[in-house]
């Protein structure tokens, strides 16, 4: 649309500048013979009944034939000339009919090339016509010349200059949306996960700043709907563990264990999949401080030391394996402990029994748990993170929510998760983390934010 506008504007200014010279030119030419009429006019005098003319020097040489530009004629009222600067002796305008107001007349053909004015002049009730005219074949050549170079030579000059202007106009475009546009980016970032992320005003065009702000309010109201909806799951979970404890106690109580074994066993799966909502639902509130780093090898150590007796309970072990020194890493110690339990607790349930659970750990930040299980096919590999995914409903301890902690945990610590099968079967799981440099002082560096609850929820690990 712009370049239609200069476009448009381009052929308009030449084409009405050239119109204005033409007016303004006739107009000069109009003003110029009307004055030499009143000039004329002003030397014609009467003398008993008869006119005289007197001009001056100046005004003979103006109008002689050796110069042929002006000429003029007095002429009476029956078309007589009385006296005309031509030896011919002739009206100008002998066909124009006389009135009583002065008047810009053309010649006719062939000299219609010859303009000018009549004015009358009256004293007493004698009136003469005083005529002048100028011809235009031998009119001012500085004049003429502008007016017809103008299109060819001038008009053209406008052409560049607005091409410059819709350059400069589009670089101004660009830059006053440069800010719109770095918004957009930061505004792509957003997602359930980043409902933290508001578009800056800053450089904003004050026309498009009520969208930004407007944009920004509503993101407000949406990040308190998430809110809402998480702290409801973490309150849900919460109301269920007291009547799980009194069902606990409840079932204690029974003598028959061959009622109490089975319903025991429900409560456990049932009791698991609350904690799992209630660390789903915490994770998902967290924000991790950017200062906290905890040591990959002792999580590691601490983890395994907690679930060595479930595996040995189960008739499978648990091996660490890799580096030697402490590995530092961004994240919170206790957080990246429940990513390491989970994993490792998936893999416990998968080996076969008699079979070695493996957890490596790498100075590069990388952490492998594989175990000798079935391994992962590769169509399930897209669900395997997602929440409340089982491959097998009934086989399945808990509520398919552990891998999706996991990929939480790891998103807040800013590193990965993925899984490979080993060539020999078997899923490896790996997580990648962001390593640092070694804590000077690691008191007081974790700083967990957001919605805490000190309801003891997690599991001690
Ligand atoms: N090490 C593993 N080997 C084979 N399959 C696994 C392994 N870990 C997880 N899975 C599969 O992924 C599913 C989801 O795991 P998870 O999210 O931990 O949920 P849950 O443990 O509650 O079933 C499991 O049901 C299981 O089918
Ligand atoms: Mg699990």
Redesign the pocket.
Known sequence: MHVVAVGTIALFVPLSLYLLLVAETSSLHREAMREQADRIASHLVTTGGRWRLDLPKDMRDLYSEALGRYIYAVVGDDGTVLFSSRYAAQAIFPDAPFTSKPEFLQAEPPHSNISGTRIPRTEGDHTVYIEVAENLSHRDVLIDDIVSNFIPRVAWITLPILLLLLGVETHVVRRVFRPVQEASERARQISPRRTDIRLSLQDIPSEIAPLVVAVNEALDRLEQGFRVQREFTADAAHELRTPITILRTRIDTLVDDRVAEPLRRDLETMT??VT?LLEMAEVENMALGDSERADLLAVAADVIAFLVPLAIAEGRSIALSGVEEPVWVAGHAEVIGRAFR??I???I???PAGTVVEVIVEADGTVH?C?E????ADA?RE???????????K????????????RRIMELSGGSVT?ANRTDG??C?TLRFRVVPAAADQDGAAVVQAAERDDGAAPAS
């Not at 299980?373 to 992962?376: A, D, Q």
Request: aromatic share 12%; hydrophobic share 40%.
């Open positions: 698991r999949v799992q989970n994993l607790e998936n893999a349930r998968h080996t748990v175990d299980g079935p391994g992962i399930e669900f395997l993170f997602r929440r409340f995914w089982r491959r097998d409903r086989r399945s301890g808990g509520a398919g929510l552990g891998l999706s902690i996991v899984v078997g899923a799981f």
